[in-house]
């Protein structure tokens, strides 16, 4: 306080574009001190420390005497994941919206796909998730060179052409995605309480060799409103009931399929379990309707529910890859206890047979299950001392699975 007079400091705080007062202290190091702490908290964008003079009058007269900003946060660059063990030739445009060319997608571009909260339909079908896909440095590059060059390696096909074509569908795709987003307010809206009456104005404007497309664009567009795939996933699961028409359901049902091949999603829908073992036993027993319903979570309850109905098999599909992926990776189906690799994968095929013995999967299946088993023989072999026996297994012993 001094003579006529009392000086007191604002400290305050930008979140999300608006400033707000946090406190008013007596002291300007105090108020310095409580911005520098708030600068560092998540949401803070920045502070502000203002000195206030006010006169016994009431007076009162203000100046900035502080302003800092959180320094930015260079985002590391994204790159494309995974890589591609089945390689689909895309000879038409159309293609490139396939089941097949989905999987591929979500799994080169899933740190993308993360970090949005979508799906490869919705990348597809949204200009603005592929323009910020283009923008992301050369992830879009990166994903054709990888495509083509294993379409030419499988197929015996020139690396060059296919390069040159795959590069000329994805510009085709994208010019596609930009020209909906130029026409979209011309088109009605995506409304869930009307979908019949949506789809039959798509049909008549926009013709049935387009309709698939543009319902996807106007269902894109309708699920930017959404925070996580989660939210997307249950929202279009409450929609497609029995009576929803085939349609309708495929393009739903491919959206639903997409948001599977994320593996945190299966893990989250399966629940926790001690072990992976347990894990795919549990989705076995889901994949063959051995599962009770009301102790599933409600959204792989729906998908069960799907599958039984048969209108769910792009969901069956993905979830079976997942399964024997799993099952086929070099790693023990219990960490913590990697000598009971054995006892446990005799379960877990045993919740891979049907009620008719068969595998699920087929032949895929069993060859996942072979290489486990030379795999652990040749563990065994290693620890007895037979290195030589054990690198040269593979070639010359195979399993009997069945």
């Not at 497309?213 to 279009?236: D, N």
Request: glycine content about 8%; some cysteine; proline content about 4%.
């Amino acid at each position: 306080m001094v003579k006529n007079r009392q000086i007191t400091y604002e400290t305050l705080i930008c979140r999300e574009g608006r400033w707000l007062i946090h406190c008013i202290v007596p002291e300007e190091e105090d108020a310095v001190a409580i911005g520098r702490h708030l600068l560092s908290e998540p949401g803070i964008e920045e502070f502000k420390v203002v000195r206030n003079r006010t006169m016994l009058s009431g007076f009162t007269t203000k100046r900035e005497i502080l302003h800092e900003i959180r320094p930015p946060v260079k985002e590391k660059a994204m790159v494309i994941k995974g890589r591609i063990d089945r390689p689909v030739v895309c000879e038409q445009l159309e293609d490139l919206y396939g089941f097949q060319s989905r999987m591929i997608m979500g799994r080169l571009f899933r740190l993308f796909l993360d970090k949005y909260q979508i799906t490869a339909s919705e990348l597809l079908h949204n200009w603005t998730y592929l323009r910020k896909l283009s923008e992301a440095g050369n992830m879009i590059h990166a994903a054709v060179h990888q495509v083509a060059m294993a379409q030419a390696d499988e197929f015996n096909i020139p690396a060059k052409d296919r390069i040159r074509h795959v590069e000329g569908l994805v510009h085709q795709a994208m010019n596609r995605s930009r020209d909906f987003y130029a026409e979209r307010r011309r088109l009605p809206r995506f409304e869930t309480a009307n979908l019949d009456h949506v789809s039959r104005r798509i049909h008549a404007r926009c013709g049935p060799e387009n309709w698939s497309f543009t319902m996807l664009c106007l269902l894109s567009q309708h699920l930017m409103g959404y925070g996580s795939v989660g939210g997307k996933m249950e929202m279009l699961l409450t929609l497609m009931t029995e009576d929803l028409d085939p349609g309708l359901n495929t393009l739903f049902e491919g959206v639903v399929a997409d948001a599977l091949v994320a593996s945190d999603m299966i893990k989250d829908l399966l629940g926790p379990h001690a072990n992976l073992a347990e894990s795919l036993c549990a989705l076995a027993d889901f994949l063959h309707g051995r599962s009770d319903p009301k102790r599933l979570n409600p959204n792989l309850a729906r998908i069960g529910a799907l599958i039984a109905r048969g209108a769910g098999e792009s969901c069956r599909r993905v979830l079976t890859e997942r399964l024997l992926a799993e099952l086929k990776r070099d790693h023990p189906l219990d960490r913590k206890c990697p000598e009971a690799d054995g006892a446990l994968l005799e379960s877990v095929i045993g919740h891979l047979r049907g009620p008719d013995g068969k595998l699920l999967g087929g032949d895929a299946a069993e060859a996942a299950i072979s290489e486990r088993l030379v795999r652990q023989r040749q563990a065994f072999l290693r620890d007895l001392g037979m290195v030589e026996v054990a690198d040269q297994l593979p070639g010359k012993w195979k399993p009997n699975v069945v």
